[in-house]
């Protein structure tokens, strides 16, 4: 069964750092395209940052560029966004995606075929 798990979501101050985690099981990671969605209160849901596994290139939205970074454990099957520089912008249900659909970096939400339960991720003082 084809799963995604997020984790590492929570509550952090203005400035701080999360680390989110997303674990694949059922099927592995590599060759596919595995993208950072979020979603927050009243807002439609929108990619922030993708990893190509096929040679690791990463790629940013212009809101968190700088602060994200995207990376993959291949031993794990995980894929993990370390945040910093958190802002209360950032408040939103993050989840991450991907599927046998998408060959490259693409923040279509239609484009992908399996998706995690989303971790909430909360900054406020």
């Known amino acids: 069964q084809v799963q995604l798990v997020e984790s590492g979501g929570g509550l952090v101050q203005p400035g701080g750092s999360l680390r989110l985690s997303c674990a694949a099981s059922?099927?592995?990671?590599?060759?596919?395209?595995i993208t950072w969605f979020r979603q927050a209160p009243g807002k439609e849901r929108k990619g922030i940052s993708c990893?190509?596994?096929?040679?690791?290139?990463?790629y940013y939205a212009d809101s968190v560029k700088g602060r994200f970074t995207i990376s993959r454990d291949v031993a794990k099957n995980t894929v993990y966004l370390q945040m910093n520089s958190l802002k209360p912008e950032d408040t939103a249900v993050y989840y991450c995606?991907?599927?046998?659909?998408?060959?490259?970096?693409?923040?279509?939400?239609?484009?992908?075929?399996?998706w995690g339960q989303g971790t909430q991720v909360t900054v406020s003082s």
């Open positions: 059922g099927f592995t990671l590599n060759y596919y395209v």
């Open positions: 995606a991907t599927g046998p659909r998408t060959r490259y970096c693409d923040y279509d939400v239609g484009d992908y075929d399996y």
């Open positions: 990893i190509v596994t096929s040679d690791d290139s990463t």
